[in-house]
């Protein structure tokens, strides 16, 4: 078993023909956000992972083990709810609005200009579709935001640190309110 116990953020410093060459592996979110797991590699090698808490690997982040090689990360597909705005009747601001509604309930969210990603939730989705949001369960990479405070990457690989603000939440009630909206 090879223990890798770095991980270079979108690869950083590394260069492109060791990228090309590395071996890689797919892994879910679940397995993505622990700090100790184990996994196979395309070449056949069990990876004991050993990384700081609280670290989160991504997808197009690079593992460096013990001997020195490298392993591409690569976020594998899985079962997740694909969340848009209304072809015929959606906007921008239905996106914007569902994601703050997911957010307030402390949901890990994809964030994509045309889409948000989320893990099946069947009550979540009752509550988009609510927001006449279309919500399609697919199989599909997940990469959720990492947090405001404690720094996040972004899909290109880049990170960025955050700093607190003072804010309060009011967890007990839902905010939503609903208008009418013609589907059909």
Known sequence: MLQVSKCLPGGQGLAP????????VEL????????????????GRVLAIFLPRGQAVRGGDVLVAEDGSVVLVQAAPQKVLHI???????????????????GNRHVPIELQPDHLKIEPDHVLADMLRSMHMTVVEADMPFEPEGGAYGGHVTNDGHSHHGHGHGHSHDHGHDHAHPHPHPHG
């Open 84 to 102: 848009s705005a209304c072809a015929q009747h959606g906007s921008a601001f239905d996106l914007m609005r569902a994601a703050y509604h997911l």
């Open 17 to 24: 023909a060791l990228r090309k060459r590395a071996s890689f």
């Open 28 to 43: 879910d979110w679940d397995v993505r956000q622990k700090s100790r797991f184990s996994a196979t590699d395309s070449s």
